[in-house]
């Protein structure tokens, strides 16, 4: 649920920067190297209008570590925080609350109904399973949040959502579930009671600079205006995954894996093999639920299409 986009407002421009530009003539920077790099390294096929992107994330990395272009793609081999820093520049997400409202909608009705039909056979077995759903390409956070909110909303209590990205800065602003006024009025009203304003910002900020974790310090924003309800992070967890490894990043199969305005950045046989994986970590009669008009190529003999006029959704039939 997230776009592969620059964020608001103009990027750097590395022309109005002398040393960038100094760095650049220097090492003479083949563009398309690094795109390939980026490729081998997440699957992204990074397009051409988003080459001074990838540019200035390359420049902005150096010169935070006092290299130039040249050296830093030497260093990169063996240096997997240097690695993570230039990933997390190039992969700026933009993600919005309630971005899709017909897939939410869906995901809760098939909740509702799944803890209906689990509460019938808890009172026979004792036991009752979990709601599990897995947000992938999950940017900051905001439609994990999101299901999150709907879920409780019902209220329903028997779910867990796992959200996984491969931007390792998204997945610590996720975690920490902070945003700014902008977001809350994309939340409906019925999914305000999960939303708390920050009691003091400039408290909240000093605390988390002098006295909390790491994590916290990395991703405080002077910006957020509110913050999730502790009751929904009970439910959610986030981890950091590439979705073109073959490990998942869960032994659980998931009710419903969502994965939207992602998998156009690949290559279409890279698109084959991760929606293989997913429909693998998909339990019998879950869901993927892909952006409308995506991967419409695809033909899995243990999938079918489900017929929606909103979502573009698939079920799993076979094993």
Known sequence: MNNFTQPDGDPIQSGK????????????????????????????????????WLINAIDRTALAHGLTANSLWHQLPNNTMLRQQLLDKVLIHESRFFRHMPSI??????????????????SDNGSSELFRIWSVGCASGQETWSLAMSLAAEPLTNYVILGTDVS?????QARLGQYD????????????????PLRDKSEAHQSNFYGLSAVKRATTSTHADWQIAPILQQRVSFALHNIIEKKPPTSHLQHVIICQNMLLYFRKFDQ???????????TLGGYIILAP??????????MRRIAHPQVNVWQKIHA
């Not at 084959?272 to 998909?282: K, M, V």
């Open 105 to 122: 909608e869906f995901v809760t009705k098939y909740a509702r109904q799944h803890q209906l039909t689990a509460s019938d056979r808890s």
């Open 168 to 172: 390792q800065q998204a997945i610590l």
């Open 272 to 282: 084959r093999d991760i929606l293989a994986r997913l429909s693998e970590q998909c």
């Open 17 to 52: 920067n002398p040393l960038v530009t100094d760095a650049r003539q220097e090492d003479s920077l083949d563009v398309q190297q690094w795109q390939r790099y980026i490729e081998q390294e997440i699957g992204f096929v990074l397009p051409d209008v988003q080459l001074q």
């Open 181 to 196: 006024k902008r977001q809350q009025l994309l939340i409906p009203a019925r999914c305000q009671q999960f939303v708390q």
């Open 293 to 302: 008009g995506e991967a419409l190529f695809w033909r899995p003999s243990n």
